[in-house]
Protein backbone atom coordinates (compact mmCIF):
# COMPACT_ATOMS: atom_id res chain seq x y z
CA UNK A 1 0.00 0.00 0.00
CA UNK A 2 1.29 3.28 -1.00
CA UNK A 3 1.32 6.13 1.34
CA UNK A 4 1.51 10.16 1.23
CA UNK A 5 0.77 13.55 0.59
CA UNK A 6 -2.97 13.79 -1.23
CA UNK A 7 -2.78 15.32 -4.92
CA UNK A 8 -3.08 19.08 -4.71
CA UNK A 9 -6.84 18.70 -6.40
CA UNK A 10 -7.86 16.20 -3.54
CA UNK A 11 -6.41 18.61 -0.34
CA UNK A 12 -8.01 21.52 -2.78
CA UNK A 13 -11.43 20.16 -2.86
CA UNK A 14 -11.20 19.26 0.80
CA UNK A 15 -10.24 22.30 1.59
CA UNK A 16 -13.31 23.90 -0.51
CA UNK A 17 -15.55 22.08 1.36
CA UNK A 18 -14.52 22.77 4.42
CA UNK A 19 -14.52 26.54 3.52
CA UNK A 20 -18.26 26.45 1.89
CA UNK A 21 -19.18 24.69 5.34
CA UNK A 22 -18.17 27.28 7.09
CA UNK A 23 -20.25 29.54 4.97
CA UNK A 24 -23.32 27.90 5.33
CA UNK A 25 -22.77 27.31 9.69
CA UNK A 26 -22.14 31.00 9.14
CA UNK A 27 -25.56 31.93 7.52
CA UNK A 28 -27.51 29.75 9.70
CA UNK A 29 -26.37 31.87 13.00
CA UNK A 30 -27.24 35.23 11.06
CA UNK A 31 -23.69 36.33 10.24
CA UNK A 32 -24.17 36.83 6.61
CA UNK A 33 -20.85 39.61 6.25
CA UNK A 34 -18.54 36.45 7.63
CA UNK A 35 -20.82 33.93 5.21
CA UNK A 36 -19.98 36.16 2.36
CA UNK A 37 -16.09 36.24 2.87
CA UNK A 38 -15.98 32.40 3.14
CA UNK A 39 -18.24 32.05 0.00
CA UNK A 40 -15.60 34.52 -1.66
CA UNK A 41 -12.90 32.39 -0.99
CA UNK A 42 -14.65 29.37 -2.15
CA UNK A 43 -15.28 30.81 -5.18
CA UNK A 44 -11.32 31.12 -5.62
CA UNK A 45 -11.13 26.96 -5.33
CA UNK A 46 -13.79 26.93 -8.24
CA UNK A 47 -13.62 29.88 -10.22
CA UNK A 48 -16.46 28.02 -12.17
CA UNK A 49 -18.37 28.43 -9.41
CA UNK A 50 -21.23 25.85 -9.18
CA UNK A 51 -24.89 26.15 -8.87
CA UNK A 52 -25.30 25.70 -5.54
CA UNK A 53 -22.27 28.14 -4.49
CA UNK A 54 -24.03 30.75 -6.08
CA UNK A 55 -27.00 30.49 -4.81
CA UNK A 56 -25.88 30.46 -1.40
CA UNK A 57 -24.01 33.83 -2.20
CA UNK A 58 -26.97 34.97 -3.83
CA UNK A 59 -29.54 34.36 -0.71
CA UNK A 60 -26.44 35.62 1.64
CA UNK A 61 -26.34 38.61 -0.21
CA UNK A 62 -30.07 39.20 0.34
CA UNK A 63 -30.49 38.42 3.73
CA UNK A 64 -27.22 40.83 4.26
CA UNK A 65 -29.79 43.51 2.78
CA UNK A 66 -27.73 43.79 -0.36
CA UNK A 67 -30.34 43.15 -2.86
CA UNK A 68 -28.97 44.42 -6.48
CA UNK A 69 -26.48 42.69 -5.45
CA UNK A 70 -28.46 39.25 -4.81
CA UNK A 71 -30.68 39.99 -7.96
CA UNK A 72 -27.66 39.97 -10.32
CA UNK A 73 -26.37 36.62 -9.18
CA UNK A 74 -29.90 35.07 -9.15
CA UNK A 75 -30.02 36.52 -12.75
CA UNK A 76 -26.64 34.33 -14.07
CA UNK A 77 -28.21 31.58 -12.60
CA UNK A 78 -31.08 31.52 -14.63
CA UNK A 79 -30.09 32.29 -17.47
CA UNK A 80 -27.05 29.64 -17.27
CA UNK A 81 -27.01 25.78 -17.92
CA UNK A 82 -28.44 23.98 -14.84
CA UNK A 83 -30.76 21.52 -13.02
CA UNK A 84 -34.60 22.67 -13.42
CA UNK A 85 -35.18 21.90 -9.78
CA UNK A 86 -32.13 24.39 -8.51
CA UNK A 87 -33.25 26.95 -10.92
CA UNK A 88 -36.42 26.89 -8.93
CA UNK A 89 -35.00 28.25 -5.83
CA UNK A 90 -33.44 30.76 -7.63
CA UNK A 91 -36.58 31.92 -9.09
CA UNK A 92 -38.26 32.03 -6.15
CA UNK A 93 -35.44 34.20 -4.34
CA UNK A 94 -35.54 36.61 -7.51
CA UNK A 95 -39.37 36.43 -7.60
CA UNK A 96 -38.69 37.86 -3.26
CA UNK A 97 -36.31 40.19 -4.09
CA UNK A 98 -38.57 42.00 -6.33
CA UNK A 99 -41.03 42.23 -3.62
CA UNK A 100 -38.95 43.85 -1.38
CA UNK A 101 -38.13 46.31 -3.83
CA UNK A 102 -41.61 47.01 -4.14
CA UNK A 103 -42.96 45.66 -7.47
CA UNK A 104 -45.24 42.73 -6.83
CA UNK A 105 -45.77 42.57 -10.20
CA UNK A 106 -43.02 41.34 -11.54
CA UNK A 107 -42.64 39.10 -8.43
CA UNK A 108 -45.24 37.11 -9.53
CA UNK A 109 -44.87 37.35 -12.99
CA UNK A 110 -41.77 36.12 -12.27
CA UNK A 111 -43.13 32.84 -10.56
CA UNK A 112 -45.62 32.47 -13.04
CA UNK A 113 -43.66 32.59 -15.68
CA UNK A 114 -41.45 29.82 -14.16
CA UNK A 115 -44.17 27.81 -13.13
CA UNK A 116 -44.77 27.59 -17.44
CA UNK A 117 -41.48 26.28 -17.29
CA UNK A 118 -42.91 23.30 -15.29
CA UNK A 119 -46.11 23.02 -17.98
CA UNK A 120 -48.51 24.30 -15.11
CA UNK A 121 -50.26 27.38 -16.75
CA UNK A 122 -52.66 30.10 -14.73
CA UNK A 123 -54.92 32.71 -16.29
CA UNK A 124 -53.84 36.00 -14.77
CA UNK A 125 -56.89 37.14 -14.28
CA UNK A 126 -59.33 34.43 -13.51
CA UNK A 127 -63.19 35.04 -13.45
CA UNK A 128 -65.59 33.96 -9.97
CA UNK A 129 -66.78 31.18 -11.44
CA UNK A 130 -63.42 29.36 -12.20
CA UNK A 131 -62.92 30.45 -8.09
CA UNK A 132 -65.91 28.55 -7.77
CA UNK A 133 -65.38 25.29 -9.84
CA UNK A 134 -62.03 25.25 -8.27
CA UNK A 135 -63.68 25.23 -4.77
CA UNK A 136 -66.13 22.31 -5.70
CA UNK A 137 -63.43 20.10 -7.37
CA UNK A 138 -61.20 20.24 -4.25
CA UNK A 139 -64.45 19.84 -1.59
CA UNK A 140 -64.90 16.08 -3.97
CA UNK A 141 -61.88 15.21 -2.88
CA UNK A 142 -61.61 16.73 0.67
CA UNK A 143 -65.24 16.97 2.23
CA UNK A 144 -65.61 18.64 5.50
CA UNK A 145 -63.14 16.93 6.87
CA UNK A 146 -59.18 18.04 5.94
CA UNK A 147 -58.02 16.62 8.67
CA UNK A 148 -58.62 13.25 7.51
CA UNK A 149 -57.73 14.12 3.70
CA UNK A 150 -54.27 15.32 4.63
CA UNK A 151 -52.75 14.09 7.66
CA UNK A 152 -52.44 10.40 6.84
CA UNK A 153 -50.55 11.06 3.68
CA UNK A 154 -46.88 10.31 3.59
CA UNK A 155 -44.25 12.75 2.58
CA UNK A 156 -43.99 14.08 -0.58
CA UNK A 157 -40.63 12.13 -2.74
CA UNK A 158 -40.68 13.47 -6.13
CA UNK A 159 -38.62 16.51 -6.46
CA UNK A 160 -39.67 17.79 -9.77
CA UNK A 161 -43.26 18.29 -8.18
CA UNK A 162 -42.18 19.82 -4.74
CA UNK A 163 -39.91 22.60 -6.72
CA UNK A 164 -43.70 23.16 -8.21
CA UNK A 165 -45.08 23.73 -5.21
CA UNK A 166 -42.55 25.74 -3.80
CA UNK A 167 -43.07 28.33 -7.20
CA UNK A 168 -46.19 27.87 -6.81
CA UNK A 169 -46.36 28.93 -2.78
CA UNK A 170 -44.06 31.89 -3.62
CA UNK A 171 -46.61 32.80 -6.58
CA UNK A 172 -49.08 33.22 -3.70
CA UNK A 173 -47.49 35.11 -1.53
CA UNK A 174 -47.45 37.85 -4.67
CA UNK A 175 -51.06 37.03 -6.27
CA UNK A 176 -52.14 38.26 -2.69
CA UNK A 177 -51.63 41.81 -3.71
CA UNK A 178 -52.29 41.74 -7.38
CA UNK A 179 -54.98 39.33 -8.24
CA UNK A 180 -56.83 37.33 -4.93
CA UNK A 181 -58.92 35.01 -7.39
CA UNK A 182 -55.55 34.14 -8.50
CA UNK A 183 -54.23 33.38 -5.51
CA UNK A 184 -57.48 31.11 -4.78
CA UNK A 185 -56.19 29.17 -7.83
CA UNK A 186 -53.08 28.75 -6.97
CA UNK A 187 -53.82 27.22 -3.59
CA UNK A 188 -56.58 24.88 -5.38
CA UNK A 189 -53.46 23.56 -7.46
CA UNK A 190 -51.42 23.11 -4.68
CA UNK A 191 -53.42 20.28 -2.54
CA UNK A 192 -54.59 18.86 -5.63
CA UNK A 193 -50.84 17.82 -5.55
CA UNK A 194 -50.43 17.28 -2.52
CA UNK A 195 -53.30 14.55 -2.19
CA UNK A 196 -51.92 12.95 -5.63
CA UNK A 197 -47.99 13.31 -4.62
CA UNK A 198 -47.68 13.59 -0.93
CA UNK A 199 -47.15 16.52 1.75
CA UNK A 200 -44.52 18.99 1.81
CA UNK A 201 -43.64 22.15 3.87
CA UNK A 202 -45.49 23.80 1.01
CA UNK A 203 -48.58 21.84 1.67
CA UNK A 204 -49.20 23.08 5.37
CA UNK A 205 -48.76 26.52 3.90
CA UNK A 206 -51.54 25.97 1.49
CA UNK A 207 -54.29 24.30 3.59
CA UNK A 208 -53.17 27.29 6.48
CA UNK A 209 -53.76 29.68 3.88
CA UNK A 210 -56.92 27.61 1.48
CA UNK A 211 -58.38 28.30 5.58
CA UNK A 212 -58.31 31.80 5.26
CA UNK A 213 -59.96 32.38 1.83
CA UNK A 214 -62.66 29.85 1.98
CA UNK A 215 -63.22 32.30 5.16
CA UNK A 216 -63.09 35.29 3.18
CA UNK A 217 -64.67 34.45 -0.15
CA UNK A 218 -67.31 32.01 1.19
CA UNK A 219 -67.59 32.70 5.29
CA UNK A 220 -66.61 29.02 6.01
CA UNK A 221 -64.29 31.00 9.18
CA UNK A 222 -64.70 27.72 11.58
CA UNK A 223 -64.00 25.82 8.39
CA UNK A 224 -60.88 27.60 8.19
CA UNK A 225 -59.61 28.08 11.85
CA UNK A 226 -59.71 24.00 11.64
CA UNK A 227 -57.55 24.14 8.20
CA UNK A 228 -54.97 26.40 9.91
CA UNK A 229 -54.74 24.05 13.13
CA UNK A 230 -54.62 21.26 10.64
CA UNK A 231 -51.44 22.83 8.71
CA UNK A 232 -49.95 24.13 12.19
CA UNK A 233 -49.83 19.75 13.47
CA UNK A 234 -48.22 18.98 9.97
CA UNK A 235 -46.08 22.06 10.50
CA UNK A 236 -44.64 20.44 14.06
CA UNK A 237 -45.23 16.72 13.31
CA UNK A 238 -43.22 16.19 10.23
CA UNK A 239 -40.74 19.76 11.01
CA UNK A 240 -41.52 21.43 8.18
CA UNK A 241 -38.87 24.55 9.24
CA UNK A 242 -38.93 26.15 6.35
CA UNK A 243 -42.76 26.84 6.30
CA UNK A 244 -43.32 27.26 9.57
CA UNK A 245 -43.50 31.14 9.89
CA UNK A 246 -45.58 31.35 6.98
CA UNK A 247 -47.90 29.04 8.29
CA UNK A 248 -48.40 30.54 11.51
CA UNK A 249 -49.09 34.03 10.19
CA UNK A 250 -52.12 32.56 8.25
CA UNK A 251 -53.19 31.35 11.50
CA UNK A 252 -53.09 34.46 13.05
CA UNK A 253 -55.48 35.95 10.45
CA UNK A 254 -57.58 33.16 10.42
CA UNK A 255 -58.48 33.27 14.28
CA UNK A 256 -59.75 36.82 14.24
CA UNK A 257 -63.01 35.34 13.48
CA UNK A 258 -63.09 32.64 16.26
CA UNK A 259 -60.85 33.28 18.77
CA UNK A 260 -60.10 35.99 21.25
CA UNK A 261 -57.78 38.35 20.03
CA UNK A 262 -54.95 37.33 22.06
CA UNK A 263 -54.57 34.44 20.39
CA UNK A 264 -54.02 36.71 16.91
CA UNK A 265 -51.34 37.96 18.67
CA UNK A 266 -49.39 34.77 20.11
CA UNK A 267 -49.96 33.57 16.53
CA UNK A 268 -47.74 36.53 15.51
CA UNK A 269 -44.85 36.64 18.06
CA UNK A 270 -44.55 33.33 16.72
CA UNK A 271 -44.05 33.93 13.27
CA UNK A 272 -41.62 36.40 13.96
CA UNK A 273 -39.39 33.86 16.12
CA UNK A 274 -40.16 31.23 13.78
CA UNK A 275 -39.26 33.52 10.59
CA UNK A 276 -36.01 35.42 12.64
CA UNK A 277 -34.70 31.76 13.28
CA UNK A 278 -34.44 30.79 10.03
CA UNK A 279 -33.71 34.04 8.46
CA UNK A 280 -36.92 34.78 6.78
CA UNK A 281 -36.92 38.86 6.99
CA UNK A 282 -39.62 38.79 4.79
CA UNK A 283 -42.06 36.98 6.83
CA UNK A 284 -40.48 38.71 9.86
CA UNK A 285 -41.55 42.21 8.77
CA UNK A 286 -45.08 40.80 8.06
CA UNK A 287 -46.06 39.43 11.51
CA UNK A 288 -44.03 42.78 12.93
CA UNK A 289 -47.30 44.36 10.82
CA UNK A 290 -49.71 42.22 11.99
CA UNK A 291 -48.65 42.33 15.96
CA UNK A 292 -49.14 46.25 16.00
CA UNK A 293 -52.88 46.06 14.05
CA UNK A 294 -53.71 43.37 16.52
CA UNK A 295 -52.64 44.77 20.01
CA UNK A 296 -54.30 48.71 18.35
CA UNK A 297 -57.44 46.04 17.95
CA UNK A 298 -57.31 44.55 21.25
CA UNK A 299 -57.21 48.49 22.86
CA UNK A 300 -53.56 48.06 24.12
CA UNK A 301 -51.61 51.05 26.10
CA UNK A 302 -50.44 53.65 23.30
CA UNK A 303 -47.37 54.08 24.03
CA UNK A 304 -46.71 50.50 24.45
CA UNK A 305 -47.69 50.29 21.13
CA UNK A 306 -45.81 53.18 19.88
CA UNK A 307 -42.89 51.38 20.81
CA UNK A 308 -43.46 48.32 19.31
CA UNK A 309 -43.59 50.26 16.44
CA UNK A 310 -40.38 52.02 16.64
CA UNK A 311 -38.91 48.78 16.97
CA UNK A 312 -40.24 47.64 14.11
CA UNK A 313 -39.45 49.95 11.74
CA UNK A 314 -35.93 49.21 12.95
CA UNK A 315 -36.02 45.89 12.12
CA UNK A 316 -37.82 46.40 8.60
CA UNK A 317 -35.71 49.54 7.63
CA UNK A 318 -32.55 46.95 8.09
CA UNK A 319 -34.26 43.99 6.20
CA UNK A 320 -35.33 47.38 3.60
CA UNK A 321 -38.70 46.51 3.30
CA UNK A 322 -40.09 49.59 2.03
CA UNK A 323 -43.52 48.66 1.97
CA UNK A 324 -44.12 47.06 5.39
CA UNK A 325 -42.19 50.58 6.16
CA UNK A 326 -44.66 52.54 4.90
CA UNK A 327 -47.50 50.54 6.87
CA UNK A 328 -46.05 51.10 10.21
CA UNK A 329 -45.24 54.64 9.73
CA UNK A 330 -48.76 55.16 9.05
CA UNK A 331 -49.94 53.00 11.89
CA UNK A 332 -47.01 55.42 13.99
CA UNK A 333 -49.35 58.34 12.92
CA UNK A 334 -52.20 56.66 13.42
CA UNK A 335 -51.38 56.15 17.33
CA UNK A 336 -49.97 59.78 17.32
CA UNK A 337 -53.04 61.50 16.29
CA UNK A 338 -54.92 59.01 19.49
CA UNK A 339 -52.85 60.02 21.45
CA UNK A 340 -52.84 63.66 20.32
CA UNK A 341 -56.07 64.32 18.87
CA UNK A 342 -55.86 68.04 18.66
CA UNK A 343 -52.38 68.16 17.44
CA UNK A 344 -51.61 70.49 20.18
CA UNK A 345 -47.65 70.29 20.76
Not at 163 to 179: E, G, R
Not at 228 to 241: K, M, P, S, Y
Amino acid sequence: MITGTPPASARAEEFYSLVFLAAKRAKNTGDYASALRFLQTARTLKPQRPFILMLEEAECEFLHGNLASALNICGKMLSAPGDLTEKARAACLMAEIHMRQSDIPLALETTIAWLAVFGIHFSRHPDNDECDAARTSLQQRVGRDPHSAFMPLALMQDREIESVMNLLASSTVFAIFVCPRLHFLLLCKMLHLTLDHGVTGASAFAISWYGVLIGDRYGEYKLGFRCGILARELVNQHDFTQYRARTLISLDRLSIWTQPISFAIDCAKATFAAAVAIGDRTTACFALRHQIMNCLARGDHLDAILTSIERALAFVRKARFKDVENVLIMQRCYVNTLRNPTGDP
